[in-house]
């Protein structure tokens, strides 16, 4: 299927996870994208598999750190000049961090903030003059299931992560006469480089039992982030065009 010929993509967090699933889905429909973290080990090994793929003749990759509003300003216009202008945007890349909220640093609260939600604003804020002057143009975000549904001892990442679906909501409005669209994504528990490492995130004497309705209803295990990139695919390709200012769950029915 190559739904997506032609399309000039930004997608962050292609280090790993869904990211990386994302940029190797697009590419496999024809997309053209550049590909950014602050990882540069990751964004290597996701270039060798475009190679393996044979499709990285249409990916090129930058390093950014999207809570630095000079590094997000170098890496949009690095892009726009690269791929000839900007379709769409796809903002994969986040943190966890977890703590008891009652000993929550400061430190921590403003870290996850100023990537997961600062950081979205910042490269969509750089990214709306080129996405807008396509006409047709796309943002996906991502938000969470923590966002909607109770996730213990994230409550710096449910905050960023409503942040984001609250923020989505307001582009998809406001530049709707434009022809942006603009998509939460909403996955739940997604096997990939935050939930493979969930142990070492949260504290040490977490109740885990706090965590049973976050699990799948369907199927064996988690799925894993291709179920994912599948679904920013077809929201970026004509076959979302009458998508906008909604989510998008994908958890296998575990907040039914």
């Known amino acids: ?13 292609a280090a790993s996870g869904i990211g990386r699933a994302t940029v190797l889905r697009l590419l496999t429909e024809g997309a053209r994208v550049v590909a950014a973290d602050i990882a540069e080990d990751g964004l290597k090994e996701t270039l060798a598999l475009a190679g393996e793929a044979g499709v990285a003749d249409r990916l090129t990759v930058n390093s950014v750190d999207i809570a630095d509003e000079g590094s997000v300003g170098g890496l949009v216009s690095a892009a726009v000049t690269e791929l000839g202008g900007l379709d769409a945007l796809v903002n994969a890349a986040a943190i966890l961090r977890g703590a008891h909220t009652h000993d929550c640093p400061l ?9 997961n939600l600062t950081g979205t604003f910042l490269m969509t804020r750089a990214a709306l003059p ?3 002057r396509t006409g047709r143009g796309v943002v996906v975000n991502f938000s969470s299931t923590a966002a909607f549904f109770a996730h213990p001892f994230m409550a710096a990442y449910s905050a960023s992560k409503g942040g984001i679906a609250s923020f989505t909501h307001s582009l998809a409005l406001e530049y709707s006469k434009q022809g942006l669209r603009a998509v939460n994504i909403v996955p739940g528990g997604i096997s ?8 070492r995130l ?9 965590f049973t309705k976050l699990t799948a209803a369907i199927g064996d295990g988690l799925p894993g982030p291709e179920n994912v990139a599948g679904v920013v695919a077809m929201v970026i390709s004509d076959d979302g ?9 994908i958890d296998g029915g575990a907040h039914q």
Do not use: C, K
């Open 107 to 115: 430190e921590l609260w403003n870290r996850v903030i100023s990537v």
């Open 192 to 199: 990939s480089g935050i939930t493979d490492n969930i142990v």
């Open 1 to 13: 299927m190559m739904r997506l010929t032609d399309r000039r993509v930004l997608v962050t967090g």
């Open 202 to 210: 949260v504290p040490e004497d977490v109740d885990w039992n706090l």
């Open 241 to 249: 065009a009458f998508i906008t200012g909604t989510e998008i769950r």
């Open 130 to 132: 080129a996405l807008l």
